[in-house]
């Protein structure tokens, strides 16, 4: 309160005090400048009553008297608790309006975002909703450049000067939203355009180079003044500040602005680029499921003409090689040297060994892998039914699961054959006998024992070393970079191969 501007100030001089705060002090004396401010206006007397709304400042009232006027207390407090009343007052309403604005921004994005994702792909889905797009931050235009295309709704710039807005935005903003009420002032070259695009939220997506632009004409206004704000100081020849004497009334028009985007459409707009961004993912996620189940339902028909083929194959070669065993056992029976005889009725042997390992390799659970284990378990017990119930009983196996190659498991299965068939050609003179087949894993290397309690490997015998069974382990054994050795059993002989289980 200043009563009379005509007061004298008084200066205090405060004992034993080096700094006294008098922000608070009702008395304190104004500023001389405010004082010739209020003379050259012919004011007498004046008050200032603050509305604070929030701990900041949100106006001012300002009350003028032509002569000296003296404000009692109980008036001051009455104005100051009126003046908090009034920045109540304008709190409730303001959070009133914000409430209603959030309300219908969420109502706009439930509306939209459903309707977006369930079109599919972003860039068509938002093309179709483009007025709602527009209306839903309160936009006079919008646009969507997609990959360098243009498509714009309501009252939009041009196409290039689009196309400019939105890369100059995505460098200016970061890759992030970009928003301007006043965009001739960061863009000089758009104060050509400001009557369509003063304003400008650049919405950039994070996926797809796709951006989406809401555009706000420009609003002209007209301020009123009490006196020219523009005008130049005026300093006294002592340089004093002094208030302007002229408070004729001064408009101005302002121009190259719009509305100012609120805070929660602002806030809609990153809702929104996040639901969008999550919808991309999604609907990308969604496409390369869908090729991925595409790609397996082909291996899976492809597997399974694999399958027919194989199986075919299979029936051709066991026709084959059952066709051949039979010309062998013919020609066995016919011949009359005992030494081809069995020589004939050896050769079958071994092609039957070779049907029944092509067997195993084509059967339906067969892969680009097998168990050794189990694969040489099913090759004994297929070829203990081959050669009868004694010979059956007396065989043991001791085999540890062994992973490798189908490749590498089907030349050892011929070895083991070849093995097992020498120990019952030679081990006992032809009468049954104990045969145990043991396979170890050491890393990754593989140790694969045939044993018999037989008479023993002796230098007489045909058998070993010399023969064709002989031979072929030895080139199976090279192409598996493994070796073979026969060791005492005491009694019997056994038989060593160590190989790697993998190339």
Sequence with gaps: CIPDVDYVPAPIRPEGFETLDLSDVALRSVSPIHVRYLKNMGVAASASISIVKDGVLWGMIACHHYSPRRLSPDLRAAAAALAGALARQIRAREEAELYRERLRLRAAEDSLLPRIIGLGDLAPAIRRLMPEMMAMLGATGFAIVDQGRVQAHGTCPPDLAILDIAGWAAIRGGGELFVTHELPSVMPDAAAIVSTAAGVLALPLVDGGVTLLWFRAE??????????????????PEATLNPRTSFESWRETVRGRARRWTMEEVEAAHRLRRALHDAAQNHRLRGLNTALQRTLDDKEALLLQKDVLMKEVDHRVQNSLQLVSSFLSLQ?????????????????????????????????????????????????????????HDWATLMRLDLAPVLMPTDRAINLGLVTTELIINATKYAYDGAPGPVTITLEQYGNRLRLVVADQGRGRGDEEPGHGRGFGSRMMAAMMQRLSGSIEYDDNQPGLRAIVIAPIAD
């Design 219 to 236: 609003q002209v206004e007209e301020v009123e003044w009490a006196g020219n704000p523009h005008k130049s100081v005026a300093l006294t």
């Design 332 to 388: 066995a029976k016919a011949a009359d040297d005992p030494r081809v005889r069995e020589q004939l009725t050896e050769a079958q042997a071994r092609l039957s060994a070779v049907a029944l390992v092509h067997r195993r390799l084509y059967r339906d659970d067969q892969i680009q892998t097998v168990d050794l284990a189990r694969y040489l378990e099913e090759l004994v017990g297929d070829m203990k039914q081959s050669m009868g």
